[in-house]
Each structure stands twice: as C-alpha cells, then as structure tokens.
C-alpha cells in the first residue's frame, strides 16, 4: 500500500525555521520523484519543491535560497528544511509523487505568525 505521510508543521515566527518530513512507502520511494506541495487558503496547490530519485533538487521561485529539499534513502524519508519564513508561506504542506499519481494525504499545517 502507497503511504505518503507528513509531519513538522506547526507556527512559527516570520524569519524562523521548520523542517518537515515527508514519509514514503519504499516502493515509490526508490523511482519516483517527491514533491512537496502547499496550498495556502483560497488558492490553488502549487509545487514548491521536488527531488529526484537521484537527488536532483527544482524549486518554486518564491522559495529559492529559503527551502531546501533533500531525501534520506535509509528512511524513505523527504524532508523540506524551510528557512527565513515569510508570512505568505502559510500553508497546509503536502507531499506526493511529481507528477503527482496518488491521493492526497492530510498534509501538515505551517503557519508564519508576524
């Protein structure tokens, strides 16, 4: 079974740092590329960051030189390390297959208070 779980979220100050987590069933983990997606209120989801099974790392304008993806292969994990916060990067944070395939999971909320 497909498992897509994230975790980290929570609030933060502007300028601050989070860094989230995204776990992933091992089949999926070793081929695909991982996004991780936000979708903050009363907008469209948009890709912020994706990594390669490779490690070759793509990210949204709005968060070069901020955010950094990276992925631990022993733990079928995905991580977003997000750094200097912006209000505007509040979101709820999911992450999934780029392009993605599967269903979205509950993702995890980031909120950046002022």
């Known amino acids: 079974q497909v498992q897509l779980v994230e975790s980290g979220g929570g609030l933060v100050q502007a300028g601050g740092s989070l860094r989230l987590s995204c776990a992933a069933s091992?089949?999926?983990?070793?081929?695909?590329?991982i996004g991780w997606y936000r979708q903050a209120p009363g907008k469209q989801r948009e890709l912020v960051a994706r990594?390669?099974?490779?490690?070759?790392?793509n990210y949204a304008d709005s968060v070069k030189g901020r955010f950094a993806i990276s992925r631990d292969n022993a733990k079928t994990t995905v991580y977003l390390q997000m750094n200097n916060l912006k209000l505007e990067d509040t979101a709820v944070y999911y992450c999934?297959?780029?392009?993605?395939?599967?269903?979205w999971g509950k993702g995890t909320l980031v909120t950046v208070s002022s």
């Open positions: 091992r089949s999926i983990f070793s081929i695909d590329a």
């Open positions: 990594i390669t099974s490779a490690g070759t790392t």
């Open positions: 999934n297959t780029y392009p993605m395939r599967y269903s």
